[in-house]
RNA sequence: GGGGGGAUGCCAGAGUGGACAAUUGGGCCUGGCUGUAAACCAGGUGCGUAAGCUUCGGCGGUUCGAAUCCGUCUCCCCCCA
């Protein structure tokens, strides 16, 4: 987005670095460093990296895409690293799902889903973005290289982690490589140079090793920025596919927006200060009148899950998820853009549920009839066992939000 | 190399010869209340209209009868070396 190609002018309105300093972020190390450098008016490089042995891109993902973006407005470049090589080396830690080794082409791939995503929420101007692929250094380092690197790091510093120190504690096993990806991402920052590195909070002690291999290797030691980890759909656990609490970069508009509205209320805040891509004036507006409830947390929900949507799929589409939503919920209407089926009449109520997908065998889709839950054109339907047949288009719901449109057919 | 413990429905986890289609919790679904919030309340959650049928890692056996006992195979975990 808005991309030219002059040269950033740096901005060091001391309100502007606070706010990016203090607002959505957890902790800043150094404090002092890094408002000098901020106020310098250099060209900053941060760095942040990223995995790509997942495809699945999460707005949780999105957080510290949008603090980078924020860096850019001051006119600083962001470098993004590409853990390209350690994604094809895979990751033996204590995960219990090991993650599997991913060839070249997977790697690429899923970089390349990934940079699309990040691009709609960072600036590609060429002054103002720089990525990087981990493998341009890694990929002719030799042994000696790695001696040389391990070197400089010792097993006291590694147990300053806490994963590590309760995973020694309680006798649980610990691969020796585990304490190589600390010590590789560290050189990462060597390799290009970073003036500061953003990441989540469990990031904190990679991040801070990278400070120490660059003061090792003669560099002056990063300032580091940790983010919060977005809370999931369900406004209590973190945010992951597999908890299914995600709301992913490419769900459609309508899903996306309405993940957005059911997030409870509680997470709201976290919400506006982490996921809505909204100026920071309206971000705080929004935030009073959510505190001392002067605004309908419906309402102010609205503009963030908008937001949102505007941000990977455009205005347009966030208007129309808005008012499908208004529709479909709201005012208990209809969609517009539902599936269509075809069925031969006469059939039971039952055979229509099937046929639309909204059961998967007949007891579940007669206990829908019976608890109530399925409507045609509007009506409930009481009867398991009728034979129907309409010679007109018919809505069946299966719920709240299960439609079909369902045609006469042969 | 030696010893021990497991495998039950989407998940966790009871059940240790009949009353078990299998307690309970979570999840999910439906209804109620709503702002499709959350919380809460109620019901449901193998297949079959039903009679009934098929399930408790696989196979085989004992028994009138097995998720429960025996044999065997596969897979997982733990302890010692």
Known sequence: MNSQGNTPEIVTDEERIQRVLNTGTVTVQVRESMERKLRSGRQLRVKMGFDPSAPDIHIGHAVGMRKLR??????HKIVIIVGDWTAQIGDPSGRSAQRRMLTAEEVQANAQTYLDQFFKVVDDNPEKVEIAWQSSWFGDFDLADVLRLTSKFTVAQMMAREDFRTRFESESPIGIVEFLYPLMQAYDSVAVHADVEMGGTDQTFNLLVGRDIQREMDQKPQDILTVPILAGTDGVQK???SLDNYVGVTDEPNDMYGKLMSI???ALDEYLILAANLPASEIDTLRTSLADGTGHPRDIKDKMAASVVATYHGEAAAD?????????????????????????YPATIVALLRAVGFAGSNNEARRLVQQGGVRIDGERVEDTDAELTFDTPIVLQAGRRRFARVLPGV
Request: aromatic share 10%; net charge negative; glycine share 8%.
């Open 70 to 75: 924020e860096f850019q407005d001051l006119g």
């Open 239 to 241: 945010m992951s596919k």
């Open 264 to 266: 409870p209320d509680t």
């Open 320 to 344: 129309g998820a808005r008012q499908a939503f208004q529709r479909v919920f709201q005012q208990g209407q209809v969609p517009d853009d539902i599936e269509e089926f075809s069925v031969a």
